[in-house]
């Protein structure tokens, strides 16, 4: 019986940075995509974890970026894992070794499970699949179908999730770990303490039987 992980992500404060870290989770999340509202500078990134305590995974999650790019943002972030969300290749991923790479796939029907042998990553992350957007929606993915992938792969779920459906969905999917933005925030990029305690502490509050580490 492994304990979900936690990974809040969109952060943009250092504030809310070290609240959702005393609180518990396991990782932070920094949106490098400058389309997205929760898009976050490189130099303020690079403060935010110079403040973190030890054993907080710091995130870095990219889209269609040149590989170069990618490794001169991390680097200079002082990143632990690289998060690929967009239309990246395997062969991308396997580019950006020795970083750890999370794959995240927008889960839009079954063929999605024809895919994943093929991705040299360390968990697949799973969202929900909306026409021209790479993620951050609020919109739910499938569990029923996220399920079968967690029965296989280190799955961290994300899509749609907040205090009041995680405990369900983890009970469900039985992931890795969770991934949530927008469910805990108070408008995009500023997190709500309250939302994130309560996130957390729902997920702690379920035992499953996900992936070991």
């Known amino acids: 019986m492994n304990p979900t992980r936690i990974k809040i992500c969109g ?5 809310d940075a070290i609240h959702a870290a005393r609180c518990g989770a396991d990782a ?3 949106v490098f995509y400058e389309r997205s509202p929760r898009h976050v500078e490189p130099a303020r990134v690079r403060e935010i974890v ?3 305590p030890p054993f907080v995974t710091t995130v870095g999650l990219f889209v269609n970026r040149e590989v170069g790019q990618v490794r001169q943002i991390a680097d200079f972030c002082g990143l632990d894992v690289i998060q ?5 290749s395997p062969a991308i991923c396997r580019q ?3 970083y750890r790479v999370i794959k995240a796939l927008r889960l839009r029907d079954e063929k999605i499970l024809d895919r994943l042998d093929s991705y040299p990553a360390r968990a697949i992350l799973l969202d929900a699949y909306v026409p021209d957007q790479f993620g951050g929606t609020g919109h739910r993915c499938d569990w029923q179908l996220a399920a079968r992938v967690a029965r296989e792969y280190p799955v961290i779920l994300a899509g749609g999730l907040d205090s009041d459906c995680v405990a369900e969905a983890v009970a469900r999917v039985r992931p ?3 991934d949530v933005s927008s469910g805990v ?3 995009p990029g500023i997190k709500d303490p309250h939302k994130v305690a309560a996130f957390i502490h729902k997920v702690k509050s379920v035992r499953n039987c ?3 580490a």
Do not use: K
């Open 96 to 98: 950006l070794a020795p």
């Open 210 to 212: 996900g992936a070991s």
């Open 28 to 30: 932070l999340g920094f």
């Open 84 to 88: 690929l969300h967009g239309d990246e």
């Open 185 to 187: 925030e108070q408008a």
């Open 50 to 52: 110079e403040a973190l």
């Open 11 to 15: 952060i943009t404060r250092i504030d």
């Open 176 to 178: 890795y770990g969770v």
